[in-house]
């Protein structure tokens, strides 16, 4: 795999350091989490980021938990996360049910479950489920974080 553009790569030790990154650098920047989608798109000239900012290992980021009642997954969950996830399978069943069917073990190994969102591709794996169950994303950025509803997230194929 030839990617046709350099870039610089950034693995940032936190997450103010990270937003401040793609803050600062606005559209000319990406965030790397698994990267399936990502490295495609950089591989087949689709996107050309000046800046990759690796989100991977970040504390806080990863992790699955049932809170009140509530399925909470982090931005760097996995597909194979999901699916061997006691809390994800005593509460939201048919969620582990997709993580099984998404691609291969390769890509659920590797591919998030929000990066799956981000990617906003009309062939979207954990969308449909999760927007079916009334989802909300709580995002994090340069001006604090706020909550979305997941059917407000996706504007068109690729557009959040």
């Given at each position: 795999?030839?990617?046709?553009?350099?870039?610089?790569?950034?693995?940032?030790?936190?997450?103010?350091?990270?937003?401040?990154?793609?803050?600062?650098?606005?559209?000319?920047?990406?965030?790397?989490?698994?990267?399936?989608?990502?490295?495609?798109?950089?591989?087949?000239?689709?996107?050309?980021?000046?800046?990759?900012?690796?989100?991977?290992?970040?504390?806080?980021?990863?992790?699955?938990?049932?809170?009140?009642?509530?399925?909470?997954?982090?931005?760097?969950?996995?597909?194979?996360?999901?699916?061997r996830s006691p809390a994800v399978a005593a509460a939201f069943p048919v969620l582990a049910e997709?993580?099984?069917?998404?691609?291969?073990?390769g890509i659920r190994n590797r591919a998030t479950v929000v990066g799956n969102l981000c990617s906003a591709v009309p062939s979207n794996?954990?969308?449909?489920?999760?927007?079916?169950?009334?989802?909300?994303?709580?995002?994090?950025?340069?001006?604090?974080?706020?909550?979305?509803?997941?059917?407000?997230?996706?504007?068109?194929?690729?557009?959040?």
């Amino acid at each position: 795999m030839t990617l046709t553009r350099s870039f610089t790569y950034v693995k940032p030790g936190s997450l103010p350091e990270a937003l401040a990154l793609l803050a600062e650098h606005g559209r000319g920047a990406a965030v790397l989490a698994g990267g399936t989608d990502l490295v495609s798109w950089m591989r087949d000239a689709l996107v050309a980021p000046e800046l990759v900012v690796d989100l991977k290992g970040l504390p806080g980021l990863g992790g699955i938990a049932l809170v009140d009642g509530t399925l909470r997954l982090g931005a760097l969950v996995t597909f194979s996360d999901v699916l061997r996830s006691p809390a994800v399978a005593a509460a939201f069943p048919v969620l582990a049910e997709m993580a099984g069917v998404v691609a291969s073990v390769g890509i659920r190994n590797r591919a998030t479950v929000v990066g799956n969102l981000c990617s906003a591709v009309p062939s979207n794996d954990a969308g449909p489920v999760l927007l079916a169950a009334g989802a909300s994303l709580q995002i994090a950025g340069p001006k604090g974080e706020h909550t979305i509803p997941l059917a407000e997230w996706f504007l068109g194929p690729r557009r959040t």
